[in-house]
């Protein structure tokens, strides 16, 4: 079975400021990787994932996140958050030999302050 | 662009009633998926449809039941509303390779 652990539930940060959102996973056997994010009132929308080769991997709106295997994690993260970066952001495995069923962590809060 | 439709934005009903959550995907996707989002929990999965007439249970089932008659829709039921089952209800889409899942923007249920 696998889990997901996002280990901050809120991150308040000054606009212009870097950020970075923690995620670690557990699986037994191969996984891919995503950060979703969910603004005020919308469904989720995909920033960005992880299925195979670099381990660095970047996103829509300046996101980027790191794949790494021995210590289990993939942070997202952002040199300069804006104020319209305020959102929730959810991390979530897949097992890779059954990709249609996602696992998610519990979600961060990202307040962006002027 | 894919587009997943969620029929209700917003629902109220009634401890007991039966509650009807519509889903419908434009991209011919073959899995579907209905999640419940709370607060401090994440997304949960509900239940999942990988064909036409096929479904699997997710992690939390109980409660809830669903219905796949077409490739295109995937209906969420609760046969008998409870308090417990006040949530957002997130309905998703994606082909089986590449995990990536496309989401409605969600029902919001108050059962009172």
């Known amino acids: 079975a696998q889990s997901v652990t996002q280990l901050d539930s809120q991150v308040p940060v000054f606009e212009e400021a870097p950020v970075e959102l923690r995620c670690n996973y557990s699986?037994?056997?191969?996984?891919?990787l995503f950060w979703y994010v969910q603004y005020p009132n919308q469904g989720l929308q995909l920033l960005l994932k992880?299925?195979?080769?670099?381990?660095l991997v970047k996103g829509i709106n300046g996101f980027e996140a790191e794949f790494n295997k021995s210590q289990t994690s993939f942070h997202l993260r952002k040199p300069s958050v804006h104020i319209s970066d305020t959102a929730e952001y959810f991390c979530?495995?897949?097992?890779?030999?059954?990709?249609?069923?996602?696992?998610f962590g519990q979600g961060t809060t990202l307040q962006v302050k002027p | 662009d894919v587009k997943v439709t969620q029929s209700s934005r917003y629902l109220v009903k009634r401890t007991g009633e039966k509650v009807f959550l519509e889903c419908v995907q434009d991209?011919?996707?073959?899995?579907m998926f209905w999640y419940r989002q709370d607060p401090g929990l994440g997304l949960r999965l509900i239940y999942f449809?990988?064909?036409?007439?096929?479904?699997e249970k997710g992690d939390i089932p109980e409660g809830y039941s669903v219905s796949r008659e077409k490739k295109e829709r995937f209906s969420l039921i609760l046969e008998s509303a409870s308090t417990n089952q006040t949530s957002m209800y997130l309905c998703?889409?994606?082909?089986?390779?590449?995990?990536?899942?496309?989401f409605g923007e969600g029902s919001r249920l108050t059962v009172l």
């Open positions: 998703a889409s994606s082909f089986p390779t590449t995990g990536e899942l496309f």
């Open positions: 699986s037994s056997v191969s996984v891919y």
């Open positions: 992880y299925l195979s080769g670099s381990t």
């Open positions: 979530a495995v897949s097992d890779r030999r059954n990709t249609g069923k996602l696992i």
């Open positions: 991209m011919d996707h073959e899995n």
């Open positions: 449809s990988y064909d036409v007439k096929m479904k």
